[in-house]
């Protein structure tokens, strides 16, 4: 029996565990309680993370479609033809999407090589765009504010101000602190629109009418410094937020109380109450607290991903070198034209995730390299993935598991898992973390920057790294900033990454803000439907579904199903669990209600991963221009029970 | 029967042991593991370490196992797994052997868990008595430590330069006998100043879990549904709780098949994983009905099995060694002591007053 110490790969908290081995492979995980940020804690998914490396539905060899069937092939052979093909394109055709489950070193090879060795800004990640208000707001904030903060910084403070951050188990290390900060005698001011098990332990719970979180905020700022607009009066915004004056008073009192605040909220809720706006408000009041004497603060923006932070700063993102450099700083350009031996570097802004799908649907964008299967859950629509995927000219997908994505790809490279693959994450408290290979490969699966590199090399351009240490010792020298991180020092400050963003961002605070446009309800359709995550973000990776337990849950979940809360429930004749029908103006369709007690009455919730087989029902999503997020539409609706 | 066994003899004793040797050693983080068969030096002495971070009968009862491979071939054939080897616990702490006692019990109470009950069979516990119990331990409260007086085969106590040697079963005795030249014979009054140690260390503990007072909650029902839905909210389903006790023994069956089989022959294996009854999909039934739909009833579940007096009648005692792992695993503050002490008094408590 073997125990090795490594990092689990699903979430943002990036908990520290030792996995154990015998003769037939993984066989468990410790939690490592010497770890600073779980302290001996792991989640359902940190329990079962070794469960995929069990699993044998797997892709174990490339992948090529040749004379229109699909086959087998050999992995040089296949290289060869992927490196012809992609020659065949001009630089600003070809395109490259990334995973925020890719190590540091595969995240920055996939920007090297698509600048370095295609010529193209086109790079970028699923769910990139949901960091980029929280990337905004660093830029906003001064001393004295700690962004982000750790989760024990969150132990620390006097009082917690959690905004929209939904249920416990979404990032169950965060939520660890908050609970034991209550029960310590802590203060919690839960701003949520979810009735959510935070709520019986909160100081105060506010929960604002779905989309107003924003303006609430903007209000609270206005509470505690009138020279902040408020364009509304206070009437108005009780009547839009659904909040009383007297609770927003109560609410900035006890941010006055407090001497040490930390705020968390959730980068990837869909309820809107972090939308860009909202964060932006909230870096607003932080701004205000910290001019009325509030001492310290820490944010912590929580991320769904295991290296959505490290993908970000290794520069997969359209318009972000490594080190979080913009493309059209000249010195860092330099810097990395010398130390990647090219001449230049593509300058223009390059087109993200949102925006190469619609490319490709005007012919712009021919060739796309696809590595992971983030993007399944980030355009949750199958119909329109397929159709797009299929204009494609050469797609070429790097992946461990069958999907629609590998279906509709030209070339397959097996990707290796978590547990297979080497090298570091950075968490959503900035720590880098170590991750280690704990299990042989199965098939010819490699690590995407391998990949890369051997389809440099078959380009005719030389990119090769003996190791996943060198890929790292090369983006410390790029990068000066990162030189000094040590990911082995667990519990020590060096590996934590703390930038200061001097540019990129002009840093403007928004001044107008709008009242949210919702549907009126009615005698007809007394719900107001919403699409929101929920649960465990298990659909939001792949590996979740092939370990069997975790799969066992999720299967649970797996028809369509609308959540209200059991009054409202019982009020419309709806059982829980059992077969309903949801009406709306657009039209009906069968689903199973299910009671859950942090839905507010008067609203019903859609889950997310059921969006795309109702969405005749619900309406359709919108693309948002600024941030390249998908907006969910808000419509509304009837429920009733059926036979 | 008491003996001695002098500190510098302890290696020798150690290495003249047949089969395999799983003793606890501290890794570079400062996590304590049982590791098999570690060089001699690295095994910590009783005052290097409190316990474990996951109890050593999962050496017996491991987190995922293969219970046999098969190939589907016209005919099936099974592939069993090897016979275990003997193996001797070293340092296992009081409150994993009075856990591994009950698991033997379970595992062959009507059905016959082979895989366990072989490996039992063949396994020797050497445990070391606490003289310096950890901020989580409360064994006294659960009958659980932190001296034994039965269900050890050899238990040590501590002494300074020696130990003293208790022996508590055949087996124990068995593995002295071959080895008579790393013992002599106690002097009486070790043993008065062993019941001392004792009941000094009994003043040691930090925290208590006042197990009869629950139980009695529990059974007269007197702890308000709004308690439990309250409790219910600071738990997370992770299943952590389940995991690290050492007395939890549920679990689930998996069949995997290889990809690789060609000409239509299937080969795979069968493997049981560690399962939790937190968990929603433990408790659904075929028909797709589920008896403990919802958090709160799961959550009262678990803690009516450990505690309530129906399960003490069949198990034999309360269902808790007093461990201490579900405190340093539970999210929300919701582990035994805590959830214990919440019905004793019939209102949510602070951390700090377990």
């Known amino acids: 029996m073997v125990s090795m110490r490594t990092t689990c790969g699903f979430c943002g908290c990036g908990c520290g565990l030792y996995t154990v081995s015998d003769d037939n492979g993984v066989i468990g995980v410790i939690p490592s309680d010497a770890d600073p940020v779980n302290e001996g804690r792991l989640c359902i998914r940190g329990w079962h993370v070794y469960q995929p490396l069990r699993n044998m539905d797997r892709i174990f060899r490339p992948v090529a479609v040749l004379n229109g069937s699909k086959r087998d092939v050999d992995y040089t052979d296949a290289l060869s033809r992927v490196a012809e093909g992609l020659k065949k394109f001009p630089p600003n055709q070809i395109g490259i999407i990334g995973s925020a489950t890719s190590t540091n070193e595969d995240a920055y090879l996939i920007a090297k090589f698509g600048r370095a060795v295609i010529g193209?800004?086109?790079?970028?990640?699923?769910?990139?765009?949901?960091?980029?208000?929280?990337?905004?707001?660093?830029?906003?904030?001064?001393?004295?504010?700690?962004?982000?903060?750790?989760?024990?910084?969150?132990?620390?403070?006097?009082?917690?101000?959690?905004?929209?951050?939904?249920?416990?188990?979404?990032?169950?290390?965060?939520?660890?602190?908050?609970?034991?900060?209550?029960?310590?005698?802590?203060?919690?001011?839960?701003?949520?629109?979810?009735?959510?098990?935070?709520?019986?332990?909160?100081?105060?719970?506010?929960?604002?009418?779905?989309?107003?979180?924003?303006?609430?905020?903007?209000?609270?700022?206005?509470?505690?410094?009138?020279?902040?607009?408020?364009?509304?009066?206070?009437?108005?915004?009780?009547?839009?937020?659904?909040?009383?004056?007297?609770?927003?008073?109560?609410?900035?009192?006890?941010?006055?109380?407090?001497?040490?605040?930390?705020?968390?909220?959730?980068?990837?809720?869909?309820?809107?109450m972090c939308s860009p706006q909202c964060v932006y408000e909230l870096a607003r009041l932080i701004k205000v607290l910290r001019e009325r004497g509030v001492e310290w603060c820490g944010i912590l923006p929580m991320v769904e991903r295991c290296n959505s932070n490290g993908a970000l700063r290794m520069g997969v993102a359209p318009m972000l070198l490594p080190g979080l450099?913009?493309?059209?700083?000249?010195?860092?350009?330099?810097?990395?034209?010398?130390?990647?031996?090219?001449?230049?570097?593509?300058?223009?802004?390059?087109?993200?995730?949102?925006?190469?799908?619609?490319?490709?649907?005007?012919?712009?964008?021919?060739?796309?390299?696809?590595?992971?299967?983030?993007?399944?859950?980030?355009?949750?629509?199958?119909?329109?993935?397929?159709?797009?995927?299929?204009?494609?000219?050469?797609?070429?997908?790097?992946?461990?598991?069958?999907?629609?994505?590998?279906?509709?790809?030209?070339?397959?490279?097996?990707?290796?898992?978590?547990?297979?693959?080497?090298?570091?994450?950075?968490?959503?408290?900035?720590?880098?973390?170590?991750?280690?290979?704990v299990a042989e490969r199965l098939g010819e699966a490699r690590q995407e920057w391998q990949v890369l590199c051997d389809i440099a090399t078959a380009m005719g351009i030389k990119l090769s790294y003996s190791c996943s240490d060198e890929v790292l010792d090369e983006l410390k020298r790029l990068v000066p900033e990162y030189a000094s991180i040590e990911p082995d020092k667990i519990s020590n400050s060096a590996c934590l990454i703390r930038e200061r963003l001097s540019h990129l961002f002009d840093g403007v605070m928004h001044e107008e803000i709008a009242a949210p446009e919702l549907p009126l309800v009615s005698d007809e359709f007394p719900l107001l439907l919403l699409v929101e995550r929920y649960y465990l973000p298990w659909h939001a990776d792949t590996l979740a579904l092939h370990s069997s337990t975790l799969w066992r849950e999720f299967r649970l979940r797996f028809t369509p199903h609308v959540f209200v809360n059991s009054v409202q429930g019982h009020s419309l004749g709806l059982r829980d669990g059992m077969p309903a029908l949801l009406k709306t103006p657009q039209g009906s369709a069968r689903v199973t209600s299910v009671f859950n007690e942090a839905v507010p009455t008067g609203i019903a919730i859609l889950p997310e991963m059921f969006f795309a087989q109702l969405r005749g029902v619900v309406g359709q999503e919108k693309f948002d221009e600024l941030t390249g997020t998908i907006v969910y539409p808000a419509t509304v609706a009837a429920m009733e029970r059926t036979r | 029967m008491a003996l001695l066994l002098r500190k510098e003899r302890l290696d020798d004793f150690l290495q003249s042991l047949d089969g395999q040797l799983a003793a606890p050693v501290r890794l570079e983080h400062g996590e304590v593991h049982f590791a098999i068969n570690p060089p001699v030096e690295q095994i910590l002495q009783d005052s290097d370490y409190v316990n474990s971070t996951i109890s050593p009968v999962a050496l017996l009862f491991p987190q995922t196992e293969v219970l046999f491979k098969f190939k589907l071939n016209g005919k099936p054939q099974i592939e069993l797994p090897k016979e275990p080897k003997p193996l001797i616990i070293f340092g296992i702490r009081s409150c994993d052997v009075a856990a591994m006692r009950y698991l033997e019990m379970f595992f062959s109470r009507k059905f016959i868990d082979t895989p366990f009950v072989e490996r039992a069979e063949k396994t020797t516990l050497i445990s070391v008595a606490c003289q310096r119990p950890g901020r989580n331990c409360f064994c006294p409260c659960c009958a659980g430590g932190p001296f034994l007086e039965e269900g050890h085969d050899l238990q040590l106590v501590d002494f300074g330069d020696a130990f003293l040697v208790e022996v508590g079963s055949e087996k124990g005795m068995r593995l002295i006998y071959a080895r008579g030249q790393f013992f002599e014979p106690a002097p009486y009054e070790l043993n008065e100043q062993r019941n001392k140690l004792a009941e000094e260390t009994l003043q040691k503990f930090e925290i208590a879990s006042h197990m009869g007072t629950g139980v009695r909650k529990l059974t007269s029902r007197a702890v308000s549904d709004e308690l439990w839905r309250m409790?219910?909210?600071?738990?997370?389903?992770?299943?952590?709780?389940?995991?690290?006790?050492?007395?939890?023994?549920?679990?689930?069956?998996?069949?995997?098949?290889?990809?690789?089989?060609?000409?239509?022959?299937?080969?795979?294996?069968?493997?049981?994983?560690?399962?939790?009854?937190?968990?929603?999909?433990?408790?659904?039934?075929?028909?797709?009905?589920?008896?403990?739909?919802?958090?709160?009833?799961?959550?009262?579940?678990?803690?009516?099995?450990?505690?309530?007096?129906?399960?003490?009648?069949?198990?034999?005692?309360?269902?808790?060694?007093?461990?201490g792992r579900c405190i340093q695993v539970c999210f929300g503050v919701v582990d035994m002591p805590a959830v214990v002490n919440t019905l004793r008094e019939e209102k949510l408590l602070g951390a700090r007053l377990r």
Request: proline residues 4%; hydrophobic residues 40%.
């Open chain 2, 231 to 323: 409790m219910a909210a600071r738990c997370i389903e992770c299943g952590g709780c389940a995991f690290v006790c050492p007395l939890c023994t549920c679990f689930d069956v998996v069949d995997h098949s290889l990809p690789c089989s060609s000409n239509g022959v299937i080969c795979g294996w069968r493997e049981r994983c560690w399962d939790c009854c937190q968990f929603a999909g433990y408790s659904m039934e075929a028909a797709g009905v589920n008896p403990r739909p919802d958090k709160v009833s799961r959550f009262k579940r678990r803690f009516y099995h450990k505690l309530s007096y129906f399960y003490m009648e069949m198990d034999g005692r309360v269902g808790c060694v007093g461990c």
């Open chain 1, 120 to 272: 193209t800004n086109h790079i970028d990640f699923p769910g990139r765009s949901r960091l980029m208000p929280t990337l905004m707001m660093l830029r906003l904030l001064g001393e004295g504010v700690s962004m982000p903060c750790t989760f024990a910084d969150l132990m620390d403070a006097d009082l917690l101000l959690c905004i929209g951050i939904g249920d416990p188990n979404r990032y169950p290390q965060a939520s660890a602190r908050i609970f034991k900060a209550v029960v310590e005698g802590g203060h919690l001011l839960l701003i949520d629109t979810w009735h959510s098990d935070f709520a019986p332990y909160a100081s105060l719970h506010i929960s604002p009418k779905p989309f107003s979180g924003a303006l609430l905020l903007r209000a609270l700022a206005g509470i505690l410094d009138s020279t902040i607009k408020v364009p509304f009066a206070d009437e108005q915004i009780s009547s839009i937020t659904g909040v009383s004056s007297e609770q927003l008073r109560a609410a900035a009192d006890l941010l006055l109380s407090s001497k040490r605040l930390a705020a968390v909220y959730d980068t990837a809720s869909l309820m809107h």
């Open chain 1, 325 to 437: 450099k913009s493309v059209t700083d000249n010195e860092t350009a330099q810097k990395a034209c010398s130390l990647w031996g090219i001449d230049s570097l593509p300058q223009d802004v390059g087109m993200g995730v949102a925006q190469m799908l619609s490319a490709i649907e005007n012919g712009e964008l021919k060739a796309l390299i696809i590595v992971g299967d983030d993007l399944l859950t980030d355009v949750p629509d199958e119909q329109r993935l397929k159709k797009v995927l299929s204009k494609v000219e050469l797609l070429i997908a790097i992946s461990a598991y069958r999907s629609l994505l590998t279906e509709a790809a030209h070339f397959v490279f097996p990707r290796a898992i978590w547990g297979e693959a080497m090298g570091t994450f950075v968490n959503m408290e900035g720590r880098m973390r170590c991750l280690e290979k």
